[in-house]
T-cell receptor, first 111, second 113 residues
């Protein structure tokens, strides 16, 4: 069935360093790829998304890249700050109502 | 503008008991969803609704029922709770037009003993 794999499950970086989270998806019909950030005790919140007709998208310190041929997409956070510490989820959607989420990456940013 | 709210925030049930989780959104969204979140498994879709009076099964619907009598509310029911339903439940909503972004509520932590 449809699947989204996310790596790593845990990531620890020093403040100011970059963080990269990678995802692969199985359904070649997927055309919308959102990334959500979940802080402790809260619901996930969309931080950036990318559609299949775009290879890269950037929003300040956050960027997402998409390789449709390899079915890979990645989240890049530059100049990390302690408030970036959270769980990050990637997801893939084929255009319907079903969004498949990755298992999540717990990011720790050490001050 | 409260966004998506969920009640209750926490609940402990005994096996076999029933309960209803309430989700409300004030953004006039057509789409609403119920997910469960378990450690190491991300978010899995239980049921969803594409409009008032309509519901559909998601990835893991067994043991749950839903209703969408009003556009702003989406109820998730457990008729006979089981320990396997111990989880954190999230409701989300999304607009009909434009992006497929989902707006999530704060979650309900349910423990079934």
């Amino acid at each position: 069935g449809e699947n989204v794999e996310q790596h790593p499950s845990t990531l620890s970086v020093q403040e100011g360093d970059s963080a990269v989270i990678k995802c692969t998806y199985s359904d070649s019909a997927s055309n919308y790829f959102p990334w959500y950030k979940q802080e402790l005790g809260k619901g996930p919140q969309l931080i950036i998304d990318i559609r299949s007709n775009v290879g890269e998208k950037k929003d300040q310190r956050i960027a997402v890249t998409l390789n449709k041929t390899a079915k890979h997409f990645s989240l890049h956070i530059t100049e990390t700050q302690p408030e970036d510490s959270a769980v990050y989820f990637c997801a893939a959607n084929t255009g319907g109502f079903k969004t498949i989420f990755g298992a999540g990456t717990r990011l720790f940013v050490k001050a | 503008n409260a966004g998506v709210t969920q009640t209750p925030k926490f609940r402990v049930l005994k096996t076999g008991q029933s309960m209803t989780l309430l989700c409300a959104q004030d953004m006039n969204h057509e789409y609403m969803y119920w997910y469960r979140q378990d450690p190491g498994m991300g978010l899995r879709l239980i049921h969803y609704s594409v409009g008032e009076g309509t519901t559909a099964k998601g990835e893991v619907p067994d043991g749950y029922n839903v209703s969408r009598l009003k556009k702003q509310n989406f109820l998730l029911g457990l008729e006979s709770a089981a320990p396997s339903q111990t989880s954190v439940y999230f409701c989300a909503s999304g607009p009909l037009e434009g992006s497929r972004e989902q707006y999530f509520g704060p979650g309900t932590r349910l423990t079934v003993t």
